[in-house]
């Protein structure tokens, strides 16, 4: 029996003018006459994320970064950083090789030039960011989320990719979002922060769905009872889906949990 639903935002839930769902609302209403939690799991960071949990009326946990938080009525409960000894190199790494990036730590947030997606992200939300330099020591910060965009230089990607992996064991370097990747530690993913949902609301994770739509998501359609994946999802992702739904312009998340829960 689902007692928990964990959805992905962009490309899932949101459209691709990052509007939610329009019937999400009264979907999650009469999931909850049901006695079925919907949650996020996402990539976005909390300022980036905290709207659309306001405009859903979740009270319950959240996860943001990928795994790399996790939040409640926009309180952070846990953290999971990469490893600090990687903070140096995986930054004058992208660095050196011109990549744009934005580095996310408890500290504060560092980033070096930008890019169409940061820019259509960030547009709405103001908080203090420090321009990355070489000479800067970051081996203190608890970083839990960098974003690369390759868009201008994605034939550095393999290059970038194949050092970082090499050289840095203990973190993951997933794709997010078209030529965006996402660096986070190897114990922060979506599948890890669905089994502490389930541990903090005290659901056994055989009774959780999820939907998703990219290479983020794969580690928890792996571990949930249910992998719904949005039908703009690419075909190496939908190998994962238990089942396809429509896709995110079209009420996918929606109208799925309508037929599947008949609400």
Do not use: W
């Amino acid at each position: 029996m689902i007692k928990l639903i964990a959805c992905d935002l962009d490309g899932t839930l949101l459209d691709d003018n990052k509007k939610l769902d329009s019937k999400i609302f009264d979907v999650v209403e009469k999931l909850k006459e049901k006695g079925i939690i919907f949650t996020i799991i996402s990539g976005r960071n909390e300022e980036l994320l905290s709207f659309y949990i306001d405009e859903l009326n979740i009270d319950y946990p959240y996860v943001v970064n990928n795994g790399g938080n996790i939040y409640q009525n926009h309180k952070c409960l846990k953290n999971i950083c990469i490893p600090k000894e990687y903070n140096n190199f995986l930054a004058k790494t992208l660095y050196e090789n011109d990549i744009v990036f934005k580095l996310f730590s408890i500290e504060g947030t560092y980033y070096h030039s930008t890019s169409d997606f940061f820019e259509a992200r960030m547009k709405e939300f103001a908080f203090e960011q420090t321009e990355y330099k070489p000479n800067l020591d970051l081996s203190n910060l608890n970083i839990y989320k960098i974003t690369s965009d390759y868009n201008t230089h994605l034939n550095r990607f393999e290059k970038v990719y194949k050092r970082i992996v090499g050289n840095c064991p203990e973190i993951v370097y997933l794709r997010a979002d078209k030529n965006v990747y996402c660096v986070n530690s190897k114990l922060a993913n979506k599948g890890y922060g669905l089994e502490y949902l389930c541990e903090l609301l005290n659901i056994d994770i055989k009774d959780t769905m999820v939907f998703g739509d990219n290479g983020t998501d794969i580690s928890m359609f792996e571990k949930a009872k249910i992998a719904v994946i949005v039908n703009n999802a690419q075909d190496d992702i939908k190998k994962y889906a238990d089942y396809i739904c429509k896709d995110n312009n079209n009420h996918g998340v929606s109208d799925f949990i309508r037929e599947y829960f008949n609400i």
